[in-house]
């Protein structure tokens, strides 16, 4: 019978602890094969070298953990219990003395819940190893990153074509979430970018319900659909009924860079000299002044996860990464232009899981 958990203690064994433990998050969904939100309410799942894993389960999930064919000890408790005598239980039962956590997702109250029902307990963080598990894609990983992103592209085609002067960043970002569950999302990344004008140059912008897009404006859309638990990121930049000079030069000069990441991009690069090839581009324009991010992250479960493709990241990447290609300039107070595509690195060299198109696109055009 297949141990579900083998890779997990396989982890533990190479990170010189007794166990591993998990909470709710992409981690946790790979796992137990469903995903779920632990909220105010601690949600662990500890899987040791040897011996049956454990959970610690609030009881309002009682009927959701049944479908996940968990085999070994769960402790559930009760809100109006309070969650201490669970943990306090299963410390009687574990007998552990080591243990690695996600350093980036277990909060501090899981921790002190832990720490106080095993006070000799050392905890240390397995981060890295742990969502390491998650950075080669396997076929079927790669099938739903494609699903996602067909929606994606389907749904910007759509939104696109309704483009016009005079619409809020918001009614564009109605249509655009619309259009994704339309076509099959099964829920959103993340919250969607959709930014026109200046507010295009702040990388993480809201849409704004105030502003009318104009003619000439740079419209950014960064966004992606949810299928199969796996997240697609993509973003392109528009202009709306015709473009600046300014404007061409700008979005030329991302788009260089950008191709240059897919030419060094193969198995046994690493992450420095993928953000190098990018950035170098970038600085060896006019517009160096509005470099503001790195290259971009790996993508899967989670729409930020390792690796992160930075100078100075020194990881080497494998066949079955997936990150993204998301080169930017932004002049605040003017306009900003990225293009991200979704890159798996391949034996061969990569492939581009986006497809669509990246040539200067003028849209709402009266």
Known sequence: MTDRFADLRQTAVDLKVDAVALVPGPNFTRALGQSFASHERPFVLIVPVTGDPAAVVPNLELGSWEQVNFDGPVYYWRD???????????????HIHTLAVEGQVMRVFVHHALQKAMPQLEIIDGEKAISGLRMIKTDADIAALEAAIAISERALAHTLNQVRTGMTETEVEAILVGRLFAEGAEGLAFEPIVAAGENSARPHAHA????QIQAGDALLLDFGARKHGFAADITRTVFV??????GRAVYETVLAANLAG??????GVTAHDIDDAVISTLEASPYANRIRTKTGHGLGRDVHEAPYIMRGNHEVLKAGVVYTNEPGLYEIGNFG??????????????????????????????
């Open 80 to 94: 109006q219990d309070g969650y201490q005598p669970a943990f306090d239980t299963l410390a009687h039962d574990l």
């Open 208 to 211: 704004r319900a105030d502003y």
């Open 241 to 246: 009924d015709h473009v600046s000079d300014e």
């Open 262 to 267: 897919f030419v060094v991009t193969k198995a």
């Open 337 to 366: 232009v990225r293009i991200e595509d979704d890159v798996l690195i391949t034996t061969e060299g990569c492939r581009s899981l986006t497809t669509f198109p990246k040539d200067l696109m003028i849209v709402g055009k009266t």
